[in-house]
């Protein structure tokens, strides 16, 4: 849509008729103040107290957004905006409308994300949930930026501005809450300029309960950073899980070992070679999703990993797996020799296992290497 005003002021909309009026007046108040062009919208989300007539009748426009959820709310609004900057915040009354120049001076310097952090500016007493406050915005903020390296100290504030075009051009899709975590995400995997300005947080004015469900909606936050992060989800605890794993059915492999007063043996060599194929697992899963991201672009591939991914055939893998199969073979003739030499009869198990262990290891591995080398092919495969 073509851009008429400077700024959008953007807020969700669901039942919230007792504070929307109070939230429409003090942006009307912010825009005759600063002199900023702009307009209000309501993104209705499908209100059935009344709030869409108020917000009319206070010179806000309405635009209906008939998908549920706060995220699908605001994409449906951005989408309606008609400014070059949006400025959303929730119409509760907890966020400070009156002062968003700070926001709007990032924007025009060239910012395309300013967030901001309300633990800089200030909460007011019983505006943030103890549950909230102290636990599930520093943890997730925390997990948030070293997934996906920032600067945002305030994940999760609701009062947000952004270069409208720039923001659309990320694809945001997430229909809830975990649509503030979306947008951060995207912006920062695409490098777009982001930076933060402290602002306040006052107990909202409704006598409702709010929308935010603590427990479900941090999961789909937690879950969203998870998902978007092959390598923390898989490739990190796969290889730590592989490198230990490996070391320990090398050694073991030798003979057992005593760390002061703990004996490890074939028991803990069987154990190792479970870490080793569950590692292994995990760092196909990686490159699975990986190569997954090179085609739908769900999140931006540019790393060596992805370079890698894109010079390496399916056949360069298949010879891979086939030698790791190959050797595990080998060693498992061995074994059956030795068995032989004694006549067929009984052998030690504690000494069998040790050759018995990592030639099984071997083979598995060396399986899964051949046939997730073909999973990797058929997700590049062109198709329309």
């Not at 959820?69 to 409308?97: E, H, P, Q, R, T």
């Not at 789909?220 to 490739?235: A, G, T, V």
């Not at 790791?324 to 504690?350: H, K």
Request: hydrophobic residues 45%; contains cysteine.
């Amino acid at each position: 849509m073509k851009e008429q005003f400077e700024l959008t002021i953007l807020m969700p909309c669901l039942n919230e008729a007792e504070t929307l009026a109070t939230c429409i007046g003090k942006a009307k108040t912010f825009l005759a103040e600063s002199g900023v062009n702009g307009e209000i919208v309501i993104a209705d989300n499908g209100s059935t107290d009344g709030s869409r007539q108020i917000a009319v009748d206070n010179g806000a426009r309405v635009v209906e957004v008939e998908e549920k959820g706060y995220g699908a709310a605001l994409i449906g609004g951005c989408n309606g905006a008609l400014g070059k900057y949006v400025i959303m915040g929730d119409a509760d009354d907890s966020y400070d409308f009156l002062h968003l120049m700070p926001f709007v001076e990032k924007l025009r310097e060239g910012y395309d994300l300013v967030m901001g952090n309300r633990f800089k500016g200030g909460i007011e007493p019983g505006a943030m949930p103890p549950l909230h406050k102290y636990l599930g915005n520093p943890v997730l903020s925390f997990i948030a930026r070293l997934f996906f390296p920032c600067e945002i100290g305030d994940y999760h504030c609701g009062l947000r501005g952004y270069n409208r075009e720039a923001i659309l051009g990320l694809g945001l899709v997430t229909t809830g809450m975990e649509y503030a975590s979306e947008m951060v995400v995207k912006a920062t995997l695409n490098h777009l300029k982001i930076a933060e300005v402290p602002t306040t947080l006052k107990k909202d004015g409704r006598s409702h309960a709010p929308h935010l469900r603590s427990w479900s909606d941090g999961w789909r936050h937690l879950k969203f950073l998870l998902m978007h992060s092959p390598n923390w989800l898989f490739m990190y605890p796969g290889l730590i899980l592989f490198v230990i794993g490996l070391i320990l059915t090398v050694v073991l492999s030798l003979g057992n070992i005593q760390i002061g007063s703990v004996g490890l043996g074939v028991h803990t060599l069987m154990y190792a070679a479970a870490g080793m194929m569950v590692g292994a697992n995990l760092v196909m899963f990686s490159l699975f999703v990986r190569s997954y991201a090179s085609v739908t672009g769900f999140i931006p591939t540019e790393g060596k990993l992805d370079k890698w991914l894109e010079d390496t055939t399916t056949e360069k893998g298949v010879v891979i797996g086939l030698i790791l199969f190959l050797l595990g073979v080998v060693i498992t003739i061995a074994a059956f020799c030795i068995w032989g030499a004694t006549g067929f009869g009984g052998l030690s198990p504690e000494k069998m296992m040790r050759i018995t262990i990592p030639a099984m290891l071997l083979m598995v591995v060396g399986i899964e290497v051949v046939f997730g080398s073909f999973f990797i092919g058929i997700l590049h495969i062109k198709h329309k």
